[in-house]
């Protein structure tokens, strides 16, 4: 942890160091494998909790050029435990989960195509097999989830790992961040939870907060309440003003599909009001409005640069080879072709990233997933709380997205893969509802 230093903004940390593969952590990824593998023979459902619990955590050791990380150890006895119980593949042949698939294979063939052009084919390797990894958890979890579609371990698991992040962003706003901005006179720190910077924290919680709250509507579980209310604190302490607007927006999907009952509004509108209130006060103290309302960049580091910098620089790579683009993973490698050598980061947009880097064909395949999601979820008409979160969750991430790319971190596309899976599963058991749809009490 870098205790915060009056003075000193901290750049966002966005690469972690590279460890290698040690005898200990081979053993701890091992046992760790064997324990979700267990669990997964024994009740699936629990183990799609435990995968969630995994989420925000990397301790990632390299071999062979390859990171082995928390994730990928859960995933690997998932998978195992799921093949040992012999569990039907017959969901993934179902219409909506079968359309997720060939979205997720839009994307991977986009990149395989985009290593034409690639100066640095290594880096699309990287890219291809980390959407590999979002595929696999998919396939994984809507496998065993639709065998044991029991979700009390998915919402204890949910409600914990928020409980866990708004701690770690306290005690990084006390102690120390790694990453903070100067505003009016005042050092202010960003938070990033146990991820590698605030921006990415807040998609992740922009994928977590809708799913909370659109429970927390139809349930007043105090922990519920209390996991909404510190996760929202957490998301304005990131000072993410893309990721703060793209989680109104998640509120505000969440609201008008679940049409909750009056008193159950107000009672949120009362509730909003004074968190809202205590936030805007803060922020006024210390002058935090003149940065959120204005579209000035917050001075960077040289190697990152700003959104002017590359989102100029996304479009003239993308010209050099606009069908294919010009290699996954290669744009922080060819920002020197376009006169920005001190520059190694990603286009901080998912949009002008896939154009860039992908060409048509890849801009193509992320709006044809983007499409996908959100027609299938829409078109369920239901008040599932996980069903209306995950959709809430995904038009968020998608607005959020226009000014950063927060899919380039496997902890925050890991977490996106496994809410989708749970999703699609969601979708099929709408169909079976029968009677009124319930209401929020």
């Given at each position: 942890m870098i205790r915060w230093q009056p003075g000193y903004v901290y750049p966002p940390v966005w690469e972690p160091p590279h460890y290698p593969l040690d005898l200990v952590q081979a053993l701890f990824?091992?046992?760790?494998?064997?324990?979700?593998?267990?669990?997964?023979?024994?009740?699936?459902?629990?183990?799609?909790?435990?995968?969630?619990?995994?989420?925000?955590?990397a301790d990632a050791r390299y071999?062979?050029?390859?990171?082995?990380t928390v994730s990928k150890a859960a995933l690997a006895g998932f998978v195992i435990g799921l093949i040992v119980h012999r569990v039907s593949l017959r969901v993934l042949r179902e219409k909506p989960v079968r359309a997720l698939l060939l979205?997720?294979?839009?994307?991977?063939?986009?990149?395989?195509?985009?290593?034409?052009?690639?100066?640095?084919?290594?880096?699309?390797?990287?890219e291809f097999f980390k959407w590999i990894e979002y595929a696999a958890v998919f396939a994984a979890v809507v496998v065993g989830y639709a065998y044991d579609p029991d979700d009390r371990p998915v919402w204890t698991a949910l409600i914990a790992v928020a409980f866990f992040e708004a701690a770690a962003a306290v005690g990084q706003l006390l102690f120390g961040a790694a990453s903070?901005?100067?505003?009016?006179?005042?050092?202010?720190?960003?938070?990033?939870?146990?991820?590698?910077?605030?921006?990415?924290?807040?998609?992740?919680?922009?994928?977590?907060?809708?799913?909370l709250f659109?429970?927390?509507?139809?349930?007043?579980?105090?922990?519920?309440?209390?996991?909404?209310?510190?996760?929202?604190?957490?998301?304005?302490?990131?000072?993410?003003?893309?990721?703060?607007?793209?989680?109104?927006?998640?509120?505000?999907?969440?609201?008008?599909?679940?049409?909750?009952?009056?008193?159950?509004g107000l009672s949120f509108a009362a509730g909003a009001a004074a968190v809202g209130a205590i936030l805007v006060t803060l922020g006024l103290a210390i002058g935090l409005e003149a940065r959120f309302f204005s579209v000035a960049e917050v001075p960077q580091p040289d190697h990152l640069g700003t959104r002017a910098i590359l989102w100029a620089a996304a479009i003239e790579l993308w010209r050099t080879s606009p069908l294919v683009g010009i290699g996954a993973g290669n744009f922080?490698?060819?920002?020197?072709?376009?006169?920005?050598?001190?520059?190694?980061?990603?286009?901080?947009?998912?949009y002008l990233q896939a154009l860039s880097e992908t060409g048509l064909a890849g801009l193509a395949a992320t709006l044809s997933m983007l499409w996908t999601l959100f027609a299938t979820f829409a078109r369920s008409f239901s008040r599932r709380p996980l069903l209306i979160g995950v959709l809430a969750g995904n038009i968020a991430l998608a607005l959020?997205?226009?000014?950063?790319?927060?899919?380039?971190?496997?902890?925050?596309?890991?977490?996106?893969?496994?809410?989708?899976?749970?999703?699609?599963?969601?979708?099929?058991?709408?169909?079976?509802d029968v009677g009124p749809m319930p209401e929020a009490t």
């Open positions: 990824f091992i046992a760790l494998a064997f324990a979700v593998g267990l669990l997964a023979h024994r009740r699936p459902s629990l183990c799609v909790g435990a995968l969630i619990l995994c989420a925000p955590f071999v062979f050029g390859t990171s082995i979205a997720f294979a839009g994307i991977l063939g986009a990149i395989v195509l985009s290593a034409l052009h690639a100066a640095h084919e290594d880096a699309v390797a990287r903070g901005v100067f505003v009016g006179g005042h050092n202010v720190p960003r938070v990033s939870g146990t991820l590698e910077g605030p921006n990415q924290f807040a998609g992740w919680l922009n994928l977590l907060i809708p799913v659109a429970r927390m509507l139809t349930d007043r579980n105090p922990w519920l309440i209390g996991a909404v209310v510190l996760s929202g604190a957490a998301e304005a302490a990131t000072i993410s003003r893309s990721g703060i607007v793209a989680a109104l927006a998640a509120f505000a999907v969440v609201l008008i599909v679940t049409r909750p009952k009056r008193r159950v922080e490698f060819d920002l020197g072709m376009v006169g920005h050598p001190e520059v190694q980061t990603h286009a901080n947009s998912l959020h997205q226009i000014f950063d790319y927060v899919w380039f971190y496997p902890k925050v596309g890991v977490f996106w893969a496994i809410l989708l899976a749970i999703g699609a599963i969601e979708v099929l058991a709408a169909r079976n």
